[in-house]
């Protein structure tokens, strides 16, 4: 990077933090750290939801998924409106008019201590987990610029992130994620244009869009009803929807978030908007990875777009074997490249039959550099067995450092740390806040002063901090980011969200019951994913119905007291 992207970035971070920080100067009690003293309006709301949701995995991965295997993906998104419409009827009045910190309390009063650790608990190891992937997301940029591993890196992110989330609280994350997304929205809409604008004098968006098209990368909606199948319309509608409101309706990383509403409406509003902005926010992300497939289409990728793990193999006693295997990439490259400008020709003249043929063989030649990367790979796995073998999180990122302007890179860097920083925050936030009130108040110390719990969720935020930096420090082996996190997400959400549904709707179940089905349910999800007996969005569905059917059966078949 030059040093204006330098510039721009340091001055970027430094200034979220500092204003996160000075917003949040008055912080001084447990409900002011964990809820902002509940005092924020509906646009806070809606732009911290956002911004916990979408972490630097959706910026980085997103485009990625986008260019490896298209726009299915924003199918995911499909059951969120409806979530949100649920989730406004039902939990937000209920939360509100409680007065809880964490949506666990609520459990406790409605069935017992037993059955409120076990959810806590369940939330516990789901988030933390998967905070550690949402700190590796960024460190990736960072070993990319500075070609270093991201070991490091993960450090530092994760360090800069505990030091302001301590400090402030929820109202620091909650001020510092509403600057973050305005200049994402920004951002983003300035990359878009930029793909375009790089592309081919005669190849404008619309023909771009027709070229991925035929490459099969805008298959954003499919209709067909396949278990085996990750992302159709009815798999995001309905186990979208399932995981949509386990995660909004019982994840405290966003209970707390519209928690901090000023009133019911407030909170409502937040929740509404985000669930009509996030899927055309989304649909635009992976819009940005198809026209960078098609830009790549005329201007040649790296063989791998890792380029740390690139240079360590071109560094190692294997480089005359990786620079053969660049060669042969390069001249598959022009072969490719040579049938692009045919089917482009078969295109404009609307030649139906030739633009198939191209087609036909242009997919051919694609598979041909697969096979030549695939080379790429089986000989960095040869000079180191611990190699990161999978690229995806890096393509768009890669085009980024490579292709734009000055100052413009600096800025997008900084939005994908934004959208890390935003998510982690709210993330060890949350645990923190999970930790104090649900274990260290309720179980640990149960008449301490106001300052005693503000102290210890300073220190549970730390304790959290470590333990998800050693997470992200094993990520790399996860695949792509964005789908490690959401399949980590829906082995537990299912379950959670059964026992909120329990707890709302069927009056009669008691906490035994409800807490025998959990256990029984996360055994059998858990064993549906290691089986790989259905794609992982369905085991949404599954850990919900299962929580419901079996404490209804329970209860049914133990009628005595103890039971319900």
């Known amino acids: ?94 939360f509100h008019r409680l007065k809880v910190y964490t949506a666990y ?11 409120r650790a076990l959810t806590a608990f369940l939330f516990l190891i789901q988030r933390g987990l998967s905070t550690g992937i949402t700190i590796y997301a960024p460190s990736i940029i960072l070993s990319t610029i500075l070609n270093i591993d991201t070991t490091y890196t993960t ?7 505990i030091t302001y989330t301590v400090y402030g609280g929820t109202k620091a994350v909650s001020y510092t994620q509403l600057m973050q997304m305005s200049i994402i929205f920004s951002g983003l809409f300035i990359a878009g244009i930029m793909v375009v604008h790089l592309l081919p004098a005669n190849i404008g968006f619309g023909k771009a869009i027709q070229i991925a098209g035929k490459m099969g990368r805008t298959n954003a909606i ?25 995660y909004f309706g019982t994840d405290q ?28 926010m989304q649909f635009l992300i992976l819009l940005i990875g198809v026209l960078v497939f098609a830009f790549y289409q005329y201007n040649q990728p790296p063989v791998f777009f890792n380029s740390y793990e690139l240079n360590k193999l071109e560094n190692s006693t294997y480089s005359p074997d990786i620079q053969s295997i660049k060669t042969e990439y390069s001249a598959a490259f022009k072969e490719k490249q040579e049938q692009i400008n045919v089917l482009n020709t078969a295109l404009e003249s609307g030649n139906e039959k030739e633009v198939d043929k191209s087609r036909i063989i242009l997919q051919q030649a694609d598979e041909k ?41 600096g800025l997008l860097i900084a939005i994908i740390f934004l959208a890390s920083m935003g998510s982690t925050a709210s993330a060890l936030n949350s645990l923190a806040s999970t930790t104090v009130i649900d274990i260290y108040k309720r179980l640990i110390n149960k008449n301490a002063s106001d300052a005693n719990y503000l102290w210890a969720s300073r220190v549970a935020t730390i304790i959290w901090g470590i333990v ?21 997400g829906s082995l537990f959400y299912g379950t959670i969200l059964g026992i909120f549904i329990v707890a709302f709707y069927l009056k009669k179940v008691g906490g035994t019951a409800v807490f025998i089905a959990a256990i029984i349910t996360e055994i059998i999800v858990f064993t549906c994913w290691i089986d790989d007996f259905m794609a992982f969005l369905w085991l949404n569905v599954l850990g919900c119905l299962l929580v419901v059917i079996t404490s209804l059966l329970i209860s049914h078949f133990y009628k005595n007291k103890s039971l319900r």
């Open 1 to 94: 990077m030059s040093n204006i992207d330098w510039i721009v970035l340091f001055v970027t971070l430094i200034g979220i933090v500092v204003y996160g920080i000075y917003k949040s100067r008055d912080t001084h009690d447990i409900n002011g750290f964990l809820l902002g003293n509940r005092s924020l309006p509906w646009y806070h709301v809606t732009l911290s939801v956002m911004a916990t949701q979408a972490s630097a995995i959706t910026f980085l991965s997103a485009p990625g998924l986008a260019f490896s295997s298209g726009m299915s993906f924003v199918q995911f998104y499909f059951g969120l409106p409806l979530a949100m419409i649920v989730l406004c009827i039902t939990f937000v009045p209920i």
């Open 468 to 488: 998800c930096i050693t997470m992200a420090l094993y990520a790399s082996k996860l695949g792509n980011l964005i789908e490690a996190v959401n399949i980590l």
């Open 105 to 115: 309390e609520f459990l406790e009063k409605r069935f017992d201590l037993r059955t």
């Open 253 to 280: 990383s966003q209970v707390g978030r519209y928690l901090t509403g000023s009133s019911v409406s407030q909170s409502r509003l937040g929740l509404l908007m985000n669930g009509l902005v996030k899927i055309p």
């Open 155 to 161: 450090l530092f992110i994760g360090g800069l992130v």
């Open 369 to 409: 550099t697969k096979v030549i990367r695939k080379k790429a790979v089986d000989l960095m796995l040869k000079n180191d067995p611990n190699a990161d073998t999978n690229d995806n999180n890096y393509v768009f990122l890669s085009f980024v450092t490579r292709y734009l302007p000055q100052g413009l890179i």
């Open 222 to 246: 499919d209709f067909s009803f396949d278990w085996n199948n990750q992302y159709t319309v009815w798999s995001g509608l309905i186990g979208g929807f399932f995981l949509q409101l386990s």
